[in-house]
């Protein structure tokens, strides 16, 4: 007896006949044929993007197993089993994890909004939620921050990507800002004059932006001047130490007291 002579005498398993069978095959391999030109035509509207490779890759693996879920869902059907309870069944199921793995889902979705928008990179030196450092990996859940004290940090992409983040390498170059305080007695261009003699001696500093220094508040005991310099973002913490030790050796050869702290205790005899 032949295949078709089989599938017209309803010959099968149960409630399956055997031309349910051949429908669902003949389906499933014309979904298997419509889900690869499918992928490859995602796969080639991907590489034109310019979404992140990893990006490419996340997507593509969503959208290949969610095509493979309509696949199982239409076999059934083609089947003659009713896939209704099984439809209600995966999202109920589907439900249940999503709620389960919401904090998973979440960073998901902050490292699909990191890779895809560029607020940093390997290599960038960034501050969020309280913790700065160097990134040294970033996946679809965390990324990875090496502090300057060594401590390799995991923050959860849902926290960067919900939270204020400073990006400390994307212009290039960084501002310096030092506060130092001078005696009410020395001269305010003299202590002005010995702050660019520190700024000069730095190799690092830039020369465009040009440095800067104002006298920038009264203190009770003391004058405050702001110096601002700009170094390349490599030569910031190079730079900045140079020139808090610079400033000391200048002002003490300019004669420029810097003040502190200090309490006067006198002495009276009865």
């Given at each position: 007896m032949s295949f078709s002579e089989l599938a017209e005498k309803n010959i099968g398993i149960g409630r399956i006949t055997v031309g349910d069978l051949f429908s669902a095959l003949l389906t499933l391999?014309?979904?298997?044929?419509?889900?690869?030109?499918?992928?490859?035509?995602?796969?080639?509207?991907?590489?034109?993007s310019r979404l992140d490779s990893r990006v490419q890759k996340y997507l593509a693996s969503g959208i290949k197993g969610l095509l493979y879920l309509i696949t199982i869902v239409i076999v059934?059907?083609?089947?003659?089993?009713?896939?209704?309870?099984?439809?209600?069944?995966?999202?109920?199921?589907?439900?249940?994890?999503?709620?389960a793995a919401e904090s998973i889902l979440g960073n998901m979705a902050g490292g699909l909004v990191i890779l895809s928008s560029h607020p940093f990179t390997i290599g960038?030196?960034?501050?969020?939620?309280?913790?700065?450092?160097?990134?040294?990996?970033?996946?679809?859940?965390?990324?990875?921050?090496?502090?300057?004290?060594?401590?390799?940090?995991?923050?959860?992409?849902?926290?960067?990507?919900?939270?204020?983040?400073s990006n400390y390498t994307a212009l290039g170059r960084r501002r310096i800002c030092w506060k130092v305080t001078a005696s009410y007695d020395a001269p305010t261009q003299t202590v002005k004059d010995a702050c660019r003699e520190a700024i000069a001696?730095?190799?690092?500093?830039?020369?465009?932006?040009?440095?800067?220094?104002?006298?920038?508040n009264?203190?009770?005991?003391?004058?405050?001047?702001?110096?601002?310099?700009?170094?390349?973002?490599?030569?910031?913490?190079?730079?900045?130490?140079a020139l808090g030790e610079n400033i000391r050796v200048a002002f003490t050869q300019a004669n420029v007291e810097m003040t502190y702290n200090h309490l006067n205790v006198h002495m009276m005899g009865k």
């Open positions: 391999i014309i979904c298997l044929i419509v889900i690869r030109i499918i992928l490859r035509v995602t796969k080639k509207l991907l590489g034109r059934i059907g083609e089947m003659g089993i009713d896939s209704s309870s099984l439809v209600a069944l995966l999202s109920v199921g589907s439900l249940g994890v999503t709620l960038d030196f960034i501050e969020a939620d309280g913790t700065s450092g160097t990134v040294e990996e970033i996946t679809l859940n965390h990324t990875r921050l090496l502090t300057l004290d060594g401590i390799m940090v995991s923050i959860p992409n849902k926290v960067l990507s919900d939270s204020k983040m001696s730095i190799p690092q500093i830039l020369p465009d932006p040009a440095a800067s220094v104002y006298l920038s009264y203190g009770e005991n003391s004058i405050e001047y702001s110096i601002y310099c700009w170094c390349k973002t490599e030569d910031y913490w190079p730079a900045y130490f």
